[in-house]
Structures are given as C-alpha cells and as structure tokens.
C-alpha cells in the first residue's frame, strides 16, 4: 500500500491533536458561571495566609464542559458586583477592594467557587474582619489558557453574562429557600478545618 | 458586621434544612457537631465538610436544571 505524503501529514496531524487532547494539553474552556448573590455580608475565615469562603454558582452554559478541579476563574468586567468590606478596630465598615483583588477557585465543579484575598490586604487597611458582598448579576470567566481550542469568544462572553446571567438570577430569586439553605450550608463549611471526620456510624452509635 | 444569618422566613426554613444535612452525616445537632467532628475520627467515613458539601451541591444542582430548561424554553 502506498501512503502518500498528504495522507500521511493528516493523519500525524489527527495524531498529533489527540495525543494534546487525551494529555490534557489542549483543551476547550469549560463554563463561565453565574455567581448567587449574597443576602449581606458573607464572612471569610482567616489562615496565616489567606481569608476564604465558599460561594455558591450555576453554570450558564450547558454546551460547554465544567470546570476541572481547582480551574481558576475571574470575576467579569473588573469584578463590579462584588465587594470585600472590612470591620477596623474602630468598628467602622471599609471598603477593602472589588472582586478583581480575588482569587477564585472552582474546588469541585460547577456548583461552588472558593473566594479568597490575602490576609495583608487586611493588615494594610487596618481590618480584623473581613467579608464579601454580592450583587445580582455578576458572572465568573474561566482563566484562559493559552491552548484553549474553544476558547471563550466575546459573543459567547456577552450573551452568558448579559440574558443567561439576568436568566439565572431570575430562577434563583424563585428559589430563595433553597439558596438560602445552600448559604447556611456553606458559611458552615467555611468554618471547618479541612481534615476533620464525620462520626462513623459505629462511634456515633456508642455516644 | 457579618456572622449573622438574615432574619426573614427563607433562612429561618434554610437553617432546619441545613440541620437536616447535619443530621444525614451523622451528627445529633448543629450546637455539638464541630466539637464532636474535631475529636471523632470514623473508620470509612467521609469529613463532615466533605459530607456536608454533598448537601449543598444536592441543593444547588437541581436548580442548574431549572435553569437549563428555562434557557431551552426561552423564559
């Protein structure tokens, strides 16, 4: 059989994308979401490091696959929408920053972002608690990487974060119970140290 | 500044459901289950924040399909 050099140059292509595809090289941009607005304040708890909380989000587009473990996300247009408010020794509220001071995780899919600042920030505006606020409306974009082969265009951009967005707002505000259950729910997590077990059925049982 | 939870009839409904995710991890009550996660460790069982993070995505997703379908029908 003989294999000519188009042939052969398509198919070292073909090999070559999936080979980059199944390592994980080349990939497509998964999903912008939607953030749940806060009702107030939602406190973070400080390490030595950081200051941190769970946030609950939606995915706005279904088509597009969900985040990996721990993909990076960027709070849309600047970060309008979201604000890191602080508690000084005087009891005074400040306004520390917006949402593009904030590192942003997703740790476990589509359904929760895990916010963060820097604990300094706290130190240089004089604070000892910290907390975040957010408005209806406010979008999260996937970091971009630079072999992203669906990356996200403005078109894609504009329309998730414009009607999809309101869209999702719309059904959360039907759903405040629920919502307001996953908040509870999440500050609790926020609260508790990483490592720490549930009960086993057994000890439980012996209490 | 912050730790409160709102007081209106949503968080008041939220805060039984969320006892209720407490309860399927196999704490006994809100007040007494961080003591008691802190100083039991069970053999083939999930951390309660793990455990508890399963009730809140059993909270949130659904609503994701509600969403998607209000996206397919267009309201």
Partial sequence: MRLTFGKLATATSVAVV???????????????????????PIPLKCDTFYCAADFSTFCLQ???????????????????????VGLNSSGD?????????????????????????????????????????IAPDVSL????KPNDYN???????????????????????????????????NRVITLLPPGNRAASTRVRDSV | MAASLPQDDDYRAAI????????????????????????????NSMSLRNCLTVGHDALISPLNKVYWEAVKFGS
């Fill in chain 2, 16 to 43: 039984t459901t969320a006892k209720g995710a407490f309860d399927s991890c196999h704490m006994h009550s809100a007040g007494s289950a961080y003591v008691r996660s802190t100083s039991v460790t069970g053999r």
């Fill in chain 1, 18 to 40: 999936s080979a980059l595809m199944w390592s994980g090289s080349a990939q497509a941009a998964p999903q912008i979401l939607g953030l749940v607005a806060s009702n107030g």
């Fill in chain 1, 62 to 84: 279904q088509e597009r696959k969900g985040p990996s473990r721990n993909q990076k996300y960027h709070a849309y247009n600047g970060g309008e929408g979201i604000r890191v």
């Fill in chain 1, 151 to 185: 990356g996200q265009s403005e078109q894609d951009i504009a329309i998730a974060t414009g009607p999809l967005c309101q869209l999702g707002t719309k059904v959360v505000d039907q759903n405040k119970a629920k919502v307001a259950a996953a908040d509870v729910l």
């Fill in chain 1, 141 to 144: 974009l996937p970091e971009e």
């Fill in chain 1, 93 to 133: 509220v400040v306004e520390i920053a917006d949402g593009s001071a904030l590192d942003i995780i997703a740790p476990r899919g589509q359904t929760v972002v895990k916010m963060s600042i820097p604990k300094r920030l706290l130190d240089k505006f004089g604070v000892t608690q910290v907390a975040i606020e």
